[in-house]
Structure formats: C-alpha cells, structure tokens
C-alpha cells in the first residue's frame, strides 16, 4: 500500500519532496493534498503535477482549512515546507490528528514553540523527521566517520566558518527571511544546518552559548553610511533598481513569476525587496562561542556578504587534526533548476595525524543540491523500508538542539551574556 502524504507550504522547496513522490518513489509513495495561505501557489503546483509530472491535480485547501485536508486525505505524513515561524502549528495539528511529520529546517524558530513540538510529540508518540540534507553529503558524512574512527583521538575544539555570497546571501535580505519573526535570524534559520552538522560530527549537544551578531552591510542605514542610496522598495520592474546588481526581476524567470510575481496579489508577498532598504531585522555578522557537553568547545562565523560560498571547517584533537574546506555553487531559490542550488564544487578533506603523514581523504562526488545530500536524503526519508537506527535520521530532538544553539545565540545578541542552554527548554 502506498502512504499518503500531505504537503503544506507550495512555495520553492515543495517541488523537492512532490518531485521524490510522484518520481522515483511513486511505487509507494503518493501526494494526496496541498494547503498554503496562497491559492496562486498552490494551482501553479498542480499544474506542474500534471504538465511536468504527468500526474494528476490534488486537491488544494487554503491554512484554515487545515485539519480538514487531513480528514478528508486521510493522510499518513504531513510534509512541512512553509515559512519557518508556521511550521509548529501545522507539526503539532498533523501530530494531533495522527499523522507522522516530514518538516524542513529549522524546526521551528524560538524557544516557546520549540517547547510545544516537544510537548506534542511526548503527547501523541508520532514521529517528527527534520530534512537535515546536510548530513548526506559525502564529505560531511566522511568527516563524522573520521572523527568516529578515532582518527583524531578525542575533539577538542572546532573552528567553523559559513560564507553566504552576495548571490545567495544577500537573497535572505530580499525574502520573508529579512524579519526575525518569520525565520529567527540566520542563527536559527541558516545556522540550524550548521549546528546540526556539529552535533551530528561531534556526537555531542550544546551546553553553552555566547555571541555577538550585527546588521553591517544590509539595510538602508548601512547603505547610507557607505554613500549607497537606493531610493526603492522592491526592484522587479524598477527603472532605477535597472543597474542595481543586488536587484533581481521576478518576470525574467517562469518559475519565480509563477511563483511570486503572478501571486502576489493574493497575499501582497513582495519577493524582491530592496537588500538596502528598511525594515530588516537579521544580522548578516555573526560570531558565536560554544562550549559542547563532551567539553569540546566552537568558534563559529556567519558572514552573509562574502565573494565565495561554502565553508572551511577544522577539529583539534587529542591525535590529530582534520580540515574541511568546501566550496558550493551560488544560487538564487526557485531561480534556476533546483539541482544546482548549492552543488559542492571544490572540496578538499585532509587528515592531520599527530605522529605521521598527511593525506588527503578521497572523497566519493555526490551530484546535486546541497552538496549532494539533497538526493540521498531523499533516498532515505521515502524509502520502503526504514533504517530506525540510521545515524543520518534526524527527529524532534536533533531539530531542537540544532535552534537552540541559535536561540541562545540570539539571547546572547540581546544580554551580551552567555546562555546556558538546558535553561531554554525541557525535554
Ligand atoms: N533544507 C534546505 O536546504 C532548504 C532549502 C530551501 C528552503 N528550505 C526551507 O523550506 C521552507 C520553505 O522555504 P521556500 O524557500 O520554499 O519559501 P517560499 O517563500 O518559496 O515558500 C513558502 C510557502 O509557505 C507559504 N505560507 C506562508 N504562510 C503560510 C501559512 N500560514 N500557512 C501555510 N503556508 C504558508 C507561502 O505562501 C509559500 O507558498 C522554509 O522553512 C525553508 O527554511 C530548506
């Protein structure tokens, strides 16, 4: 028997998980329903099910109407890909209803909703996965088996630094992302991957937590101090935004017109806001300091404004020393076809014995988005049978302590205090 899923939330990433169900999983896996605040969206979504798909139109309910899509789809899983600070609603409504949860990162986006997923999962005993694609990409699940070989004895400390370039950075300045209601900042939003994968490498949970982030080189003040000034709102259809590099034009792409353009009408959405305009609420400079409860400790840097995307990565430890350092292709969401959004390019793994030779580890090439972990996750999260004690399988938990790095983060910001982070939530 095939199991039923729903998905709420019709915007880019969608088309991922319909795209797994209706295409290399069909056999036993099938797509019973839509929901989004945004009708638009959601027939742009059934017209790609049936014109690029070959499938056929599901039906389609607006946010209020959500539990009852779960009645009448008599869904099994409830896949969740809408703005971040909606996903607990639909987490717990699905849970409530009996149904398991496939929800896209962050989990959730501060510490009194994650309070309530974690209630609602202890209440209902159903299943809540977080896509962490991340964890799938072979150099990353190379370095968790190096660390867990013992390569490097005992971890020590970790030095982990994140660029976003001006392409794909600048577009959470653009986006709903640019309000920390919507997203929790990057430190939750975009640092959730990151703190995740620490986790996941180190095997350990973060104890505590202190940083400093700031607005530098977004928002109109920042512009304005720099002699830019950008005297518009939105850019797609500007004269003005016409050499702006950091505008885009929604109409040039069929997917982002659909998407955006043609159904902003609805919800008054705007896509492409100004990244130097007003009304920015996140921090593109981030610095944080982790103390982990294996006593290793982090030093981490979020900078959204960079010329090259991707990360370099380094493990101290008691025989050794390992360095990932990766480089991904840019991308703009929905701007391009999804399986170049942030393919690994350059990677270069090295293992650093205390006694002994250098090596470079080989690392297998995986193709695709997010480094390649996009469709092995895929892979793993639709499969027929169910590894349960799959290291990559991440739940509530691994959701939680991934944003409660970023939670305490953002305290951090606000006190200029460390934050203990067994304080936030209770398990
Ligand atoms: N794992 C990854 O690498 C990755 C990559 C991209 C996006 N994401 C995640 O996927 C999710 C969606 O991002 P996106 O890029 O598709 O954004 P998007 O803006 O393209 O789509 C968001 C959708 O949510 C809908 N929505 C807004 N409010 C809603 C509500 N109250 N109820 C129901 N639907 C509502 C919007 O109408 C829109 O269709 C986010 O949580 C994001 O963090 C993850």
């Known amino acids: 028997m095939r199991k039923k899923y729903a998905l709420v939330g019709t915007g880019s990433r969608a088309r991922m998980f319909y795209g797994a169900i209706l295409g290399p999983h069909h056999n036993h896996a099938e797509l019973v329903a839509l ?3 945004n009708q638009v969206r959601m027939d742009y979504t059934n017209k790609v099910l049936t014109e690029e798909f070959n499938s056929t139109a599901v039906p389609t309910y607006k946010a209020g109407a959500f539990d ?5 789809s008599q869904a099994d899983v409830v896949i969740v890909t809408s703005v971040d ?20 990162k962050p989990m959730t986006t501060d510490a009194e909703k994650c309070q309530e997923i974690i209630d609602a999962v202890k209440r209902t005993g159903r299943e809540v996965r977080v896509t962490f694609n991340y964890r799938y990409a072979p150099h990353n699940s190379a370095v968790r088996e190096l660390i867990a070989s013992g390569a490097i004895g005992q971890v020590f400390s970790v030095h982990f630094e994140w660029l976003l370039d001006i392409k794909h950075g600048a577009d959470y300045f653009r986006r709903w992302h640019r309000d920390k209601r919507n997203s929790g900042g990057l430190m939750v939003h975009k640092s959730t991957h990151h703190f995740d994968l620490v986790n996941f490498w180190l095997g350990t949970q973060p104890d505590t937590v202190f940083a400093m982030g700031d607005l530098r080189f977004y928002g109109r003040a920042n512009a304005e101090e720099r002699g830019v000034f950008t005297p518009y709102t939105r850019t797609t259809g500007v004269e003005a935004a016409k050499n702006d590099p950091f505008a885009i034009d929604l109409t040039s792409n069929d997917v982002q017109k659909s998407l ?6 609805e919800d008054g959405y705007q896509r492409d806001q100004n990244v130097f305009g007003d009304g920015i609420s996140i921090e593109d400079t981030m610095s944080v300091m982790v103390r982990y409860r294996s006593k290793a400790v982090m030093t981490y840097a979020l900078h959204a404004y960079a010329p090259w995307e991707g990360f370099n990565v380094s493990f101290n430890g008691s025989k050794g020393r390992i360095e990932l350092m990766v480089r991904e292709t840019s991308y703009i969401n929905a701007g391009q076809s999804a399986d170049q959004e942030g393919a690994a390019e350059g990677i270069r793994l090295y293992h650093f014995p205390l006694h002994g030779e250098a090596r470079e580890v080989p690392i297998q090439r995986a193709e695709g988005s997010h480094g390649g972990g996009d469709n092995i996750m895929l892979r793993d999260i639709f499969a027929e049978e169910q590894d349960a004690n799959s290291p990559y399988r991440a739940d509530y938990r691994d959701g939680a302590m991934s944003i409660l790095t970023g939670i305490a983060a953002n305290r951090s910001f606000q006190t200029g205090l460390p934050v203990d982070v067994k304080t936030i939530v209770q398990f």
């Open 35 to 37: 929901c989004d605040t």
């Open 68 to 72: 009852q899509m779960i009645k009448d």
């Open 85 to 104: 600070r909606t996903h607990h609603r639909y987490i717990i409504a699905a849970l409530e209803a009996g149904c398991d949860v496939i929800t896209e």
């Open 260 to 265: 955006y353009w043609d159904a902003e009408q």
